[in-house]
């Protein structure tokens, strides 16, 4: 049998984008310490299923710490105690006996609450839209080992292509800012012989977007790259700026 | 019914390229003028989507999640298999070609594994165009390694992450074509049924599962790239979501449902921990390229620490075995022979059931260093010690087999449409390539081969055969079809609702699951496939008269979403059961007990069933009937498979 422990769970509850919200609390006699996170939250919800009240709405798929679709801000830290960590990977024998819990969903102007601990993340996927490829269609595009590419330069690729967009360093950043994720991607492809021809015209307008979206600037907290379950590093932001100071040069001078 | 695969006749290594010849091309300017839904962003659907938009088609993409990002190929670890040779270890299309026949025990399509064989390799080279990270060695060219069952190095694979790394150069084609217009992109929306007029796929009715809002979006054709149905068990290494409903919707509609008993169980996930579990998490197989696997040979050493086992007293079951494969033998042989020790009580899991093996690197670091053993699986290491509390680089992991891939799915032909006219079904959501067991590593190859290099053809033929037809009848939103369409949905979704109900759709979902799991898992019998038959009927009556689901449906509301979902499972977990009792042979992943060979092996019967089963829905209540696709085997010869 595994052990258990006592908690109090105090969960963020919102039933829509614009009603008001507010905490509450779960007392929780015996949670397995070997459950994930969001297996004592399914525990919740099936007695509230029972008793006829809405369970508490979360998002979540592979729960493997892959598809970035979970999330929420345990005890003020995005994804909870653990570093490099999602919240579906975290283990309940990360809390001690008789712990105080407090649960709430990532608070940032661009994730509007849907309902309790759900956001609307799409901003990200506007980001991407708006340049976070390389423009190529399907075809022939020649034999894949055409071009080298050295294990570093490909290794550092890999590095910042490993980014779940889960959201964690925008909910830890002080100013909301989704510079470590634009960066992330902007790294990925823009060190990559295939990304060169659209690295600049890429960071500008990855980053135009992220303005847009309502996402704030990057002031160098660095709390996002803390809070990032994939240890995606703050460099890649430097480098991104990098980038987008120089196509805005170029813009202005061609 | 008779079922014709439409596969061109003739040399099978021309077949793909004579067959393109043959189709019919729409014109440029047309393009725009048809409509495509694509249901699912995984590989196959963002690849689909991504590359129709290219051509200039109208396109619509569905996803359930919150981002067309994070459907569930995304969690695949180990590799895409293609025949690029660049190891010059002696492979070739024909060689992936033969082994994935001969792996998939002879019940696939030969024509249809050739072109996947064919097409892998542009699959590779899209990818790196794309800026998929792939692993290099030093001197800058791609890496490639051996992989389940394979005798040569033909695996491409970014870290132990290829699977997000394919998705995402899938999901940046497809984002691309979003930034353009070209395609519209509609996340959490699930498609709720299938809009059918004069027997043509023209539609999708959906709901958008923020607002709880019921859609109706017609097309010229829809593509179900929807995934498997692993989930029918409850607990399998699949995605929480991931449903069979819109295939199974499909099913309901005439579209007939291909040998659903062939399930894969995946030899190398880590064991159940509690009766809260709410899934199961899987380790890459590449692992078994380094790792042995034991357990003692006595049955009283399964309480001692594994350090205190000695070299004398462990049993390296699958090289004693197989000497010739050792730890590399298929999944289903790897799988069933763990199943086997367990069920002799030499299983060192948690009690009481013990169900687990030892995966042991001691050799591996000894012989190759911690820094290469971390090099090659080191996310995979952390994210056992994340959940385990145990440290893989100290003491050895442990794991055993869980339900992972479902080979069955919508009987689909050469052009991968359904037996409804502009019907496409791609990826794990099709039966096709991969006949009664998957090859490691051929997942990703299959969904990127049907979305970037068989739809985008299969369908322009398509469109360009039936376009005056469909011009004739053009289906707007309030056509008679799509209104009953909708009403149906509409009609459960409010059953649901009303029921007063006691128990939350998961309690019944974990039910449905052990008795797939005892009566339809890893080794079946007639008996056991009986009862799974008579008592899942119950338990679908008293999930319909006993779910409870709380709140509205015009909001978000996960518990409406998953009570539909399970709903499905319920007749799709039967059919199951029906299909394996009419199987009365053992292939690959389908084991049935009393087809074995002397040594345990499956022992099919290729007189008898040497066919695709195709089932037929007839109503509800009804027995579903059965129809037959004979296969033919021109090029690869029928064996048993050795693995010795
Ligand atoms: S549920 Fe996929 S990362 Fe947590």
């Not at chain 1, 823009?190 to 500008?204: K, T």
């Not at chain 2, 179900?224 to 099913?251: C, D, E, I, M």
């Not at chain 2, 004739?472 to 939103?477: F, G, R």
Request: aromatic share 8%; net charge negative; charged share 25%.
């Amino acid at each position: 049998m595994s052990q258990t422990i006592k908690l109090t769970l105090n969960i963020w509850r919102q039933a829509g984008p614009n009603a008001s919200g507010q905490f509450q609390k779960f007392h929780r006699d015996a949670v397995s310490k070997d459950a994930s996170f969001l297996e004592a939250l399914d525990e919740i919800n099936e007695e509230l299923i029972q008793k006829g009240e809405e369970p508490i709405a979360f998002d979540h798929d592979c729960r493997e710490g892959i598809c970035g679709m979970c999330g929420m801000v345990i005890n003020g830290m995005p994804h909870g105690p653990r570093t490099l960590t999602t919240t579906c990977q975290l283990h309940m024998r990360e809390f001690k006996d008789g712990a105080e819990v407090w649960v709430e969903p990532w608070r940032a102007t661009a994730f509007p609450v849907i309902k309790d601990l759900a956001v609307d993340r799409s901003a990200f996927d506007q980001i991407i839209q708006a340049g976070g490829y390389i423009s190529i269609n399907t075809g022939s595009p020649g034999d894949a080992n055409e071009i080298p590419i050295p294990k570093a330069v490909a290794d550092l690729s890999m590095d910042a292509a490993t980014c779940i967009g889960c959201g964690a360093c925008v909910a830890a950043c002080p100013n909301a800012s989704a510079m470590l994720f634009t960066s992330a991607k902007a790294t990925h492809l823009g060190v990559l012989p295939q990304g060169q021809a659209e690295r600049l015209s890429r960071a500008r307008a990855m980053v135009e977007t992220m303005e847009t979206a309502g996402f704030g600037g990057c002031t160098n907290h660095g709390e996002c790259e803390a809070a990032c379950p994939k240890g995606i590093s703050v460099d890649y932001i430097a480098r991104l700026n990098r980038d987008y100071l120089k196509a805005v040069v170029v813009s202005q001078t061609t | 019914m008779e079922l014709h695969s439409n596969a061109p006749t003739g040399p099978i290594e021309t077949a793909w390229d004579r067959h393109r010849f043959e189709m019919k091309l729409v014109n440029p300017a047309n393009k725009r003028k048809f409509t495509v839904i694509v249901v699912g962003t995984g590989l196959a659907g963002a690849s689909a989507a991504a590359t129709m938009g290219e051509l200039g088609y109208n396109v619509k993409a569905f996803c359930f999640q919150d981002s067309a990002r994070r459907a569930h190929s995304i969690a695949a670890q180990g590799g895409i298999n293609a025949a690029k040779n660049y190891q010059g270890d002696g492979d070739s299309i024909y060689r992936l070609f033969y082994d994935t026949v001969k792996g998939g025990d002879f019940r696939s399509r030969e024509r249809n594994v050739y072109r996947l064989a064919q097409v892998s390799v542009s699959i590779i080279d899209q990818a790196v165009a794309q800026g998929v990270p792939f692993a290099r060695e030093y001197g800058g060219l791609l890496a490639n390694r051996s992989f389940g069952g394979a005798q040569v190095s033909r695996t491409f694979y970014a870290r132990g992450q290829t699977g997000q790394q394919l998705l995402l150069g899938a999901y940046q084609a497809l984002a691309r074509q979003v930034g353009l217009g070209q395609v519209e992109l509609h996340e959490r929306t699930e498609m709720l049924e299938l809009i059918l007029v004069d027997g043509r796929a023209r539609g999708v009715i959906t709901r958008n599962l923020k607002t709880g809002q019921i859609d109706t979006h017609t097309a010229d054709a829809v593509v179900l790239a929807t995934g498997g149905y692993g989930n029918v068990y409850f607990l399998s290494t699949n995605a929480k979501g991931s449903n069979g409903s819109a295939a199974w919707r499909a099913h309901r509609k005439g579209a007939l449902f291909a040998n659903p008993c062939y399930t894969q169980i995946h030899p190398t996930c880590l064991p159940v921990h509690g009766e809260g579990q709410s899934k199961l998490t899987l380790m890459s197989e590449s692992l078994r390229n380094d790792g042995r696997v034991w357990v003692p040979k006595n049955a009283a050493d399964v309480t001692k620490r594994p350090q205190d086992i000695p070299e004398a007293d462990r049993d390296y079951y699958l090289e004693r075995k197989y000497p010739a494969f050792g730890n590399l033998v298929p999944r289903d042989i790897a799988a069933r022979n763990a199943k086997d020790v367990c069920d002799e009580g030499r299983g060192v899991g948690y009690p009481p059931e013990r169900e687990a093996v030892y995966l042991d690197f001691a050799d591996a670091i000894n012989r190759l260093g911690q820094h290469t053993i971390e090099e090659r699986y080191g996310n995979l290491f952390e994210m056992y010690e994340r959940i385990t509390d145990e440290d893989p680089y100290k003491t050895p992991m442990k794991i055993y087999p869980a339900v992972h891939y479902t080979m069955g799915g919508l009987w689909v032909d050469y052009n991968l449409q359904s037996n409804i006219p502009g019907l496409f079904v791609a990826g794990e959501a099709n039966f096709s390539d991969h006949g009664a067991n998957r090859l490691g590593a051929s997942a990703l190859m299959q969904g990127l081969a049907d979305g970037y290099f068989v739809l985008p053809y299969t369908i322009g033929n398509y469109l360009a055969r039936a376009g005056r037809d469909l011009a004739k009848t053009p289906v707007a939103e309030d056509h008679a079809d799509a209104r009953s369409a909708k009403a149906e949905a509409e009609g459960r979704l409010k059953a649901f609702l009303d029921n007063p109900g006691s128990h939350g759709p998961d309690h019944f979902h974990r039910r449905l699951g052990k008795l797939m799991w005892e009566y339809v898992g890893m080794a079946r019998d007639k008996a056991g496939l009986q009862k799974a038959i008579e008592e899942i009927p119950k338990l679908r009556e008293e999930f319909h008269a006993k779910v409870r689901v709380p709140g509205s449906g015009a909001s978000f509301n996960q518990t409406l979403e998953k009570a539909n979902r399970v709903a499905d499972f319920m007749e799709l977990g039967e059919l199951m059961a029906r299909d394996a009792l009419a199987r009365e042979e053992s292939a690959g992943g389908h084991f049935r007990v009393e087809y074995q060979t002397e040594e345990g092996e499956a022992r099919r019967n290729d007189d008898d069933f040497a066919h695709v089963a195709a089932w037929e829905w007839t109503g509800k209540g009804n027995t579903p009937t059965r129809h037959v696709e004979d296969l033919d085997f021109e090029y690869v010869k029928l064996s048993q498979r050795s693995y010795k």
